[in-house]
């Protein structure tokens, strides 16, 4: 089986870079499933779970991202993240809190934070793509 080579990027550090067999990525219109020899794509990212497979389709990495953009092209996806999270190391309970705490604020600069503090748990509740 073929790969695609994948690397995620935050403003910091490059998080993630290796040959793969899929990645799905959160899309601004929806999930995007990227295999080796996809057309040409970019896209902005809205918060959400981007999925790293080997070339088995078990689950490699999970990572939560808050925005970005992704380019793909045939031989290569790439990810540009405002910041990123492996789900593991998300706490639910610290995130419950932080959503309790925007939503008593509720003015529009805390907007944004509620909506990605809501995509986290959404994200650590979701089975979706776990198996494939």
Not at 4 to 17: A, W, Y
Not at 85 to 91: H, N, T
């Amino acid at each position: 089986m073929t790969k695609i080579s994948f690397d995620l990027v935050s403003p910091e550090k490059l998080i993630f870079s290796d040959e793969v067999g899929m990645i799905i990525v959160p899309g601004k219109d929806g999930d995007l499933g990227v295999l080796p020899g996809h057309s040409k794509l970019v896209s902005s990212l809205r918060p959400g779970r981007v999925m790293v497979y080997g070339e088995d389709k078990n689950l490699l990495k999970s990572f939560f991202v808050s925005g970005g953009f992704a380019e793909v092209n045939p031989e290569k996806c790439i990810l540009l993240a405002e910041s990123v999270d492996e789900v593991s190391a998300l706490d639910k309970n610290s995130i419950e809190k932080e959503i309790q705490e925007l939503e008593s604020n509720a003015n529009n600069d805390e907007k944004e934070k509620l909506l990605i503090a809501n995509a986290k748990i959404e994200a650590l509740d979701s089975s979706f793509y776990e198996k494939i």
